[in-house]
């Protein structure tokens, strides 16, 4: 099992492109979360689903969008890059309401 | 959710025992201890929670206090793998988001 993978690993972008982030979990859980962090600080959740088919938004959501693909998937959109998101972005997948999340290896987002 | 206060760096010789420190004196009945750790650059790794008991697995030891304000995280033989910055975080199961602070940076020495 691959656990949580996270493509890309490396991303720069210039201010105002956009990308998609995307996330995969082979564990067959029904919770899947988006994290950032920067430099020196800890986590804060950008968003999460805790089902197919729903999305809620977490700490920090503003400038992001995300997509519950399938129950494997859980995708984290900029539409608009700036350099505060600059950041290191984490995937990571769980059983409903189970605390116990499973990461991914992160993608580093450097924007311009 | 209880917040919990932790040391921001400690230093242990490989070898020895590293004992991390946390405390959540607001938590609440319900709320759960949960340690993950991220050693540089990767992400998260869950470590191990408890409710009232104290726990042990393969990787350390939980101790919780009788009156549940403060825990202890403990690995018996510290090695330089074990180098990471390690959260402590209090949980309600009711709810949807884990929250990390800053943690502590455990430096492991040769």
Redesign the interface.
Known sequence: NAG?TQTPKFQVLKTGQSMTLQCAQDMNHN?M?W?RQDPG?????IY?S?SEGTT?K??VPNGYNVSRLNKREFSLRLESAAPSQTS?Y?C?SSEP??????????TRLLVL | DAKTTQPPSMDCAEGRAANLPCNHSTISGNEYVYWYRQIHSQGPQYIIHGLKNNETNEMASLIITEDRKSSTLILPHATLRDTAVYYCIVYNNAGNMLTFGGGTRLMVKP
């Open positions: 949580v919770s979360y994290y600080m800890g986590l804060r959740l999460y805790a809620d977490g700490e290191v984490f990571a309401r189970a605390k116990t999340q499973y990461f991914g290896p992160g």
